[in-house]
Each structure stands twice: as structure tokens, then as C-alpha cells.
Nanobody, 121 residues
Framework: QPRLVESGGGLVQPGGSLRLSCVVSGFTLDTYAIAWFRQAPGKEREGVSCINPSGVSTNYANSVKGRFTLSKDNAKNTAYLQMDNLTPEDTAVYFC??????????????WGQGTQVTVSL
């Protein structure tokens, strides 16, 4: 049974950093794209970043470009979202998701339960 488990969320001050992890099981990262989404209270879910199975191609939302870095370690079945220079606007529940093949704008097949990120003084 495919499974994704996020961790690493928490409370951080503006300008701080967090690294989220997404550990997957039941499938391999060399054949599935991994994406991160976030949803703030009262707002629609937003795509944050995605990395293709090859690991060569990574894309980012304009709102996080230059501050967030998505990477993965296929041997550890883990994807990482390094988030730097965080602002209160980054406060949201962050979800990782996976789908077979390349990154896309459609609905992803597998989802984690999410981890809360709060940026506040």
C-alpha cells in the first residue's frame, strides 16, 4: 500500500528556516514525481514545488522561488523541502504527493496527511 509521511513542520520566526521531509513506501522515487502543496486557512490548495523521477527537473511556484529547494534521496525513499527566509504568508499545512511519471498540474495519486508550518513572532 503506497504511503507518504511528512515531518519537519513547526513554529518558526519570520526569516527562519525549516526542512520538511516526505518518506514514501510502497513505490519508488525513481518512477514517481514528488510534489509539495500547501493550504492556508480559508485559501485554496497551492502547488509549491515538484521534482521529476529523474531528479533533474524541479519546478517552483513564483511565491517560493529562490527561497525553497526541493530535493530527494532515492535510496532513502525520502524527499526534502528546504524552506528558507520564511514569511508569515508561508503559514499553511504542507502536503507531499506522488504520481507516476513526470510532474503535472492535475490531481496526484497519493497524498500524505500533511504537516503544519507556522511562521510567526
Amino acid at each position: 500500500q503506497p504511503r507518504l509521511v511528512e515531518s519537519g513542520g513547526g513554529l518558526v520566526q519570520p526569516g527562519g528556516s525549516l526542512r520538511l521531509s516526505c518518506v514514501v513506501s510502497g513505490f519508488t522515487l525513481d518512477t514517481y514525481a514528488i510534489a509539495w502543496f500547501r493550504q492556508a486557512p480559508g485559501k485554496e490548495r497551492e502547488g509549491v514545488s515538484c521534482i521529476n523521477p529523474s531528479g533533474v527537473s524541479t519546478n517552483y511556484a513564483n511565491s517560493v522561488k529562490g527561497r525553497f529547494t526541493l530535493s530527494k534521496d532515492n535510496a532513502k525513499n525520502t524527499a526534502y523541502l528546504q524552506m528558507d527566509n520564511l514569511t508569515p504568508e508561508d503559514t499553511a499545512v504542507y502536503f507531499c504527493a506522488a504520481d507516476w511519471g513526470s510532474c503535472h498540474r492535475g490531481t496526484y495519486l497519493y497524498w500524505g496527511q500533511g504537516t503544519q508550518v507556522t511562521v510567526s513572532l
